[in-house]
């Protein structure tokens, strides 16, 4: 089954750093851009920005241009979310998704369950 | 760019047909054909129900349906079914390589 498995729920310190994981399994990671989606507590989903694992080329969201880093290792197909510098305003879930049609950029087809961050 | 345009809410009763609508831009739905929509139950990911204004991924009823006009895209659900009740997000590829989402429009189903 083509899953994106993310790491578990994280609480941290404002100020603290950050990297959370999603892997893919059974299908060709490298081939397929992943996507990560912010949704904040009783809030919308919230586009992230974006990874090719193949060559690591990446587009940001002008909201988290500057915020996050999004970064990938394809040899164990993990994409990653990183801070450097948490804040309070940084608490929600973050899904992973990937774009599974070919030419169809935000047709997400398959998420991660999400990880919830929360800063206190 | 700003978030794409939703309706807070929407209700319907079971067997009913309804309408959510999904406002832009010309620099984003009104430009391609890159308009998906989502369908989230409290607690749970987001699931694709249309991708590419109204192609349906394998799997979802073809109670479900999607259509574009200018810069507004459209969902519509036939015969309602209490399942149905759930957050519906559309989605927009825009002209500066991103992607938009919707602010998300409830679902009730009465």
């Known amino acids: 089954e083509v899953q994106l498995v993310q790491s578990g729920a994280e609480v941290k310190k404002p100020g603290e750093s950050l990297k959370i994981s999603c892997r893919g399994s059974?299908?060709?990671?490298?081939?397929?851009?992943i996507a990560w989606v912010r949704q904040m507590p009783g809030k919308g989903l919230e586009w992230m920005g974006t990874?090719?694992?193949?060559?690591?080329?990446?587009k940001y969201s002008p909201s988290f241009q500057g915020q996050v880093t999004i970064s990938a290792d394809k040899s164990i197909s993990t994409a990653f979310l990183q801070w450097n510098s948490l804040k309070a305003s940084d608490t929600a879930m973050y899904y992973c998704?990937?774009?599974?049609?070919?030419?169809?950029?935000?047709?997400?087809?398959?998420w991660g369950q999400g990880t919830m961050v929360t800063v206190s | 760019h700003s978030a794409l345009t939703q309706p807070a809410s929407v209700s319907g009763s079971p067997g009913q047909s309804i309408t959510i609508s999904c406002t832009g831009t010309s620099s984003d739905v009104g430009a391609y054909n890159f308009v998906s929509w989502y369908q989230q139950h409290p607690g749970k990911a987001p699931k694709l129900m249309i991708f590419?204004?109204?192609f349906r991924p394998s799997g979802v009823s073809n109670r479900f349906s999607g259509s574009k006009s200018g810069n507004t895209a459209s969902l519509t659900i036939s015969g309602l079914q209490a399942e149905d009740e759930a957050e519906y997000y559309c989605?927009?590829?825009?002209?500066?390589?991103?992607?938009?989402f919707g602010g998300g429009t409830k679902l009730t189903v009465l």
């Open positions: 989605s927009s590829y825009t002209s500066s390589s991103t992607i938009l």
């Open positions: 998704a990937r774009p599974g049609y070919s030419g169809s950029p935000d047709a997400f087809d398959i």
């Open positions: 059974e299908y060709s990671f490298i081939s397929y851009w």
């Open positions: 590419d204004v109204s």
């Open positions: 990874i090719y694992p193949d060559d690591s080329e990446t």
